[in-house]
């Protein structure tokens, strides 16, 4: 196995975390929003569990992406957590303790890649995008999830990837024909709350005219108002040459483990 290698473990709005390989021996995780337990079982279908983890990322502090049952867990394993200064008093006032904490406003070091960081929207104190580039091999990753809608930060920030995960929310009919509330419907589609596949599909296909991507991810398909189905019959019409390189993530269940790797051919 490469050591640059990524799987989500569930995605959706009862719960986002994915693992990311970042170095022979550890790993990262983007969010934590299942209950241990949902965590550990889900780690275990690629032969992982808490040791193996030394960083959490986290791109927002909403419920579905930092349970706060993690929070005695992650200062007694003394894992850092990486979160944005916006972030670091909602973070303290859900229960994560100041000596664990490493904010940061554009990037992260780590030893084995470095970590470009793009702010969006996302409602009251927005949501994080990163960039994660592996020093030795140089594959670049990118993860974006939460944004109301693609800022021309993230577009200029998001070139030359090898790999993208990136949201798509929901199917805008569906959502107009789900029954739930107006303020809901307006909250998700206003800007600041999710992205629609149409919306995802036009950022993803932007990336990939800049970038040689051979994973696309596909996050936080809301149950509702949204299908697999739908998604791939958008990509067969309007992306067919990405087709191949999709991945529909799912609430419930973990997806395959990818392996990031830099393509020889590149674009460039
Ligand atoms: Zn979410």
């Known amino acids: 196995m490469s050591n640059f290698a990524f799987c989500v473990l ?3 709005s009862s719960g986002n975390c994915s693992l990311l390989k970042t170095s022979d021996s550890k790993w990262s995780m983007i969010d934590a929003g299942f209950s241990m ?3 550990k079982d889900r780690m275990r279908t690629h032969s ?7 960083d959490l990322l986290l791109t927002h502090l909403d419920r579905d992406h930092f349970n706060p049952v993690w929070c005695r867990t992650l200062f007694n394993r003394g894992i850092t957590v990486h979160l944005h200064e916006r972030h670091v008093d909602r973070g303290i006032r859900a229960g994560l303790d100041h000596s664990i904490l490493k904010p940061f406003t554009t990037s992260i070091e780590f030893e084995s890649m470095q970590v470009e960081t793009v702010h969006m929207a996302h409602d009251a104190l927005g949501t994080i995008g990163f960039i994660f580039t592996h020093a030795e091999c140089g594959t670049r990753f990118g993860f974006a999830t939460d944004l109301g809608r693609v800022p021309q ?3 200029r920030a998001f070139t030359s990837l090898d790999a993208l995960a990136f949201e798509s929310n929901y199917d805008p009919t569906m959502q107009r024909m789900s029954g739930r509330p107006a303020f809901l419907q307006e909250r998700i589609t206003s800007g600041s709350g999710h992205l629609s596949n149409e919306e ?3 950022a993803v296909k932007h990336i990939s005219e800049n970038s040689n991507l051979q994973h696309i991810v596909l996050l936080h398909l809301s149950r509702q108002c949204n299908s697999p189905t739908i998604i791939r019959d958008l990509y067969q019409d309007n992306l067919a040459h990405l087709y191949k390189h999709i991945t529909i993530t799912d609430q419930d269940r973990c997806s395959r483990l990818l392996q990031l790797e830099k393509q020889s051919t590149s674009l460039f």
């Open 10 to 12: 569930g995605s959706g």
């Open 37 to 39: 337990r949902q965590t």
């Open 48 to 54: 992982l569990c808490m040791d193996d983890v030394g």
């Open 153 to 155: 930060t993230l577009l």
């Open 200 to 202: 995802s599909l036009r």
